[in-house]
């Protein structure tokens, strides 16, 4: 991921799934308009928690219509700085409330504007003739999310006010596009024999995850698309640096990761979520965005031949069972929670009691 920093803040995609609220009244309805065209796909819970998988957000009963939005893109201070953000009340998120006195607080980050490679340059320049929701010759202006407002020659955040403007510590004006392999294997017993959990009779699978260096927090390995770079290689790579420490092998041992890399991922897969997330790096200008895959090692041989190894940005590196009882970044639990639905794997030894906080991830291996 070193190609991919943001700013001083060390970037594993920090991708969060954010919450579409609805009135308790009115479970599966209330959706933002964001995710109108997803409203079809809604499942939802005895619990009276609908959610989406694949280009959608989760949501969440509450009273405020849009109550949960931006938890994470309205947090102070921002990341990185004593920044704070001026405060948008829920009822103040969406655009199309109206808020005269709206005052908004402008950062970006010094080391932003300081002009690294990944970084755009101010509004303004004179070089610099951007243009939004395009293929921008080699970065990708557009949005998973649709078509967004450019507003005084500004993208605006698609989902809502966040209480400060300018790009903070991301690169893009507008969307930043990241990339979140995750890597899963069956547990098996030392006879190789799927091992299932012992209330819900399902079999237990099991994620690769990393140990964030900057927070050190248990995280989904992933990072920045960089320029004109393919989403399945930007995937293979962010896995290959953060849990296989890629970036320090060199000849032979270099080849033969390459070549068990390219069967990892050649295997049974499925984009588990795309779109916008709730990000606390997030501003009115820049946001993140990200595709999470889920690339499935059936017999587990594949990953036999790849020893983890914890390289740039993250710490460690381990396999983890996956169940409702993991604490992990963000809302990176929420894409866990999905592949094992689409596995059929164990995850709630009470699965209609829907989705609760987790416990910390063991540091030993």
């Known amino acids: 991921m070193a190609r991919g920093l943001l700013a001083q803040v060390t970037v594993v995609s920090l991708t969060v799934t954010f919450s579409a609220v609805t009135a308790r009244s009115s479970c599966c309805r209330c959706l933002h308009p964001l995710f109108q ?52 009340p829920n009822n103040k998120v969406d655009w199309l409330t109206k808020w005269e006195d709206y005052s908004p607080v402008e950062y970006t980050a010094r080391s932003v504007l300081a002009g690294p490679q990944w970084a755009d340059p101010e509004i303004g320049d004179k070089k610099f003739s951007p243009k939004f929701n395009e293929k921008d010759g080699q970065v990708e202006r557009r949005s998973l999310s649709g078509v967004y407002t450019v507003e005084n020659g500004r993208p605006r955040n698609p989902v809502g006010r966040t209480g400060i403007t300018g790009r903070g510590l991301l690169g893009r004006w507008g969307p930043n596009h990241a990339a979140d392999p995750l ?12 091992v299932a959990h ?17 927070c050190g927090e248990w995280a989904i390995p992933g990072g920045m698309v960089d320029p004109g770079e393919k989403l399945s290689a930007a995937l293979k790579r962010e896995f290959a640096e953060e849990a296989l420490n890629s970036l320090q092998k060199s000849g032979a041992d270099k080849e033969e990761l390459e070549k068990q890399l390219n069967r990892l991922f050649s295997q049974d897969h499925f984009v588990v979520y795309k779109g916008y997330v709730d990000d ?18 059936e017999s587990g041989e594949t990953m036999d031949n790849l020893p983890l190894e914890a390289g740039d940005d993250a710490g460690k590196v381990k396999w983890v069972d996956i169940s409702e009882k993991l604490k992990l970044y ?27 906080g987790g416990a910390e991830i063991k540091e030993c291996t």
């Open 198 to 214: 012992p209330s819900s009779g399902k079999n237990i699978l099991q994620f690769i995850a990393i140990k964030r260096k900057d």
């Open 330 to 356: 963000a809302s990176h639990a929420d894409f866990v929670r999905m592949v094992a639905e689409k596995r059929e794997a164990h995850w709630s030894e009470q699965p209609d009691l829907g989705c609760r």
């Open 280 to 297: 606390p790096r997030n501003t009115d200008n820049a946001w993140m965005e990200t595709e999470a895959v889920n690339y499935h090692d």
């Open 37 to 88: 065209s997803a409203r079809n796909q809604a499942i939802c819970s005895h619990s009276g928690r609908p959610w989406f998988h694949s280009n959608a957000a989760r949501m969440s009963c509450d009273k405020h219509p849009r109550g949960n939005l931006h938890n994470k893109a309205r947090t102070s201070p921002y990341p990185g700085s004593k920044v704070e953000r001026s405060e948008v």
């Open 183 to 194: 890597i899963t294997r069956w547990k098996r017993d030392s006879g190789g024999n799927k």
